[in-house]
């Protein structure tokens, strides 16, 4: 699991929290380097290696949240996945991370989804569109925002495990949401709520465009994918 400064801490520690219940899975926070992280709210998290350090990955997940944008410019973490990418089973995502995967050219031909208020900026990308809670198209998975992190861990539990397994770990984690409000999709909020939501991140989100075109100009991909798996032996 990738960590960087400002992510969601909730895209990570949903996912975390079902993986750490799966049978014989080593769970990794890997960053670029081994100095605490901040999530986007102040949690800190410790990463257990750092790119250089990291062994190959099975399972590689980034999560998304607001360091998102830093991410998606930072070199080191583009090769790191891309590299990572050449042998891992599964590439995966939750939220906004799914950006940073469409930057590093991982989603290139694939369906994927983000948090519905970037589904405007993922298209931005060579990336097929599916609006649902988790995406599965091969070997990439993806989910919908932040709290689709554990309905994507549960999927990704099935798909190991079978789903004895993951409806067991469902069932203890009494994940079984009846939510006070039906306002958590803009298909089921009231449209005032909706139009709010948009307009306050309205600038924030014109930002993030910009970002993603600049650097959809350097020809598909800024950082080309490396040759040689420097580092990472």
Known sequence: MVIF?????????????????????????????????????????????????????????VPGGNGVFEAIQNKNLIEFLQMQAENAEFITSVCTGSLILAAAGLLNGYCA?????????????????????????RNRITGGGVTAGIDFGLSIASKLFGDKVAKEIQLMMEYDPEPPFHSGSPKTAENEIVINAIENRKEI??????????ILLFKLHPYPKPLVRQGLQ
Do not use: M
């Open 205 to 214: 989100q014109q930002q993030r465009e910009n970002i993603i075109k600049e």
């Open 113 to 137: 989804t983000t948090h519905w208020l970037s589904i405007n900026l993922l298209k931005l990308f060579d990336v097929h569109i599916i609006e649902e809670r988790v995406v599965i198209d």
């Open 5 to 61: 400064s400002d992510l969601t801490q909730l895209d990570l520690t949903g996912p975390y929290e079902v993986f750490g219940r799966l049978p014989g899975l080593q769970v990794l926070l890997i960053a670029e380097t081994l100095h605490p992280v901040k999530s986007d709210h102040g949690l800190v998290l410790t990463p257990d290696y750092c790119f250089a350090d990291s062994p190959q990955l099975d399972i590689l997940f």
